[in-house]
T-cell receptor
Framework: GPKVLQIPSHQIIDMGQMVTLNCDPV?????FYWYKQILGQQMEFLVN????????KSKLFKDQFSVERPDGSYFTLKIQPTALEDSAVYFC??????????FGAGTRLSVL | GQQVQQSPASLVLQEGENAELQCNFS?????MQWFYQRPGGSLVSLFY???GTKHSGRLTSTTVIKERRSSLHISSSQTTDSGTYLC??????????FGKGTSLTVIP
């Protein structure tokens, strides 16, 4: 079936540094999402993105977060600067207008 | 508040038994989706089910919009069904909110 690829699978970073999480969505999909899941806890919506713009973001999407997809390349989530509470698994998802979400395998971010 | 309530929070079954997982929504829904989250964390879409009943092998999903609920039925459970089952609500357009999940353990 359709696949969303996330790179890297695991990222370890020192608090205060910048990190960029990369997502390669399904090729014909138009809507892109980031979700955050702390180990053993609920999947939390961060942001969705369509036609080059953020459509909706949650209160978890802090000012230190940003997303973009320059020229059809990776859909990225950038955190600058990182904080300890940013440690989590970040899942990327994509969909067509028919709404079925397809998820990547996640990037485990560890902020030390 | 919590828009999506899942029950039970956890469930232990003997292999071969059936399971019924529930998802209730506090807001009206445009659509909803059921996912299986593997112990390693990746998610697999089981059903995109805005209304009515859908079948896939041993799985059946039923969504009743006016009652703001959806159920996932697993028949003849197997040990490989163990994991977390998540439901996600789409209240508006192109945005999904997740419940806390049902952790299923099937023992041989």
């Amino acid at each position: 079936g359709p696949k969303v690829l996330q790179i890297p699978s695991h990222q370890i970073i020192d608090m205060g540094q910048m990190v960029t999480l990369n997502c390669d969505p399904v090729s014909n999909h138009l809507y892109f999402y980031w979700y955050k899941q702390i180990l053993g806890q609920q999947m939390e919506f961060l942001v969705n993105f369509y036609n080059g713009k953020v459509m909706e973001k949650s209160k978890l999407f802090k000012d230190q977060f940003s997303v973009e997809r320059p020229d059809g390349s990776y859909f990225t989530l950038k955190i600058q600067p990182t904080a300890l509470e940013d440690s989590a698994v970040y899942f990327c998802a994509s969909s067509t207008s028919q709404n079925t979400l397809y998820f990547g395998a996640g990037t485990r971010l560890s902020v030390l | 508040g919590q828009q999506v309530q899942q029950s039970p929070a956890s469930l232990v079954l003997q292999e071969g038994e059936n399971a019924e997982l529930q998802c209730n929504f506090s807001t009206s829904l445009n659509s909803m989706q059921w996912f299986y989250q593997r112990p390693g964390g990746s998610l697999v879409s089981l059903f995109y089910n805005p209304s009515g009943t859908k079948h896939s092998g041993r799985l059946t999903s039923t969504t009743v919009i006016k009652e703001r609920r959806s159920s996932l039925h697993i028949s003849s459970s197997q040990t490989t069904d163990s994991g977390t089952y998540l439901c996600a609500l789409e209240p508006g357009y192109q945005n999904f909110y997740f419940g806390k999940g049902t952790s299923l353990t099937v023992i041989p």
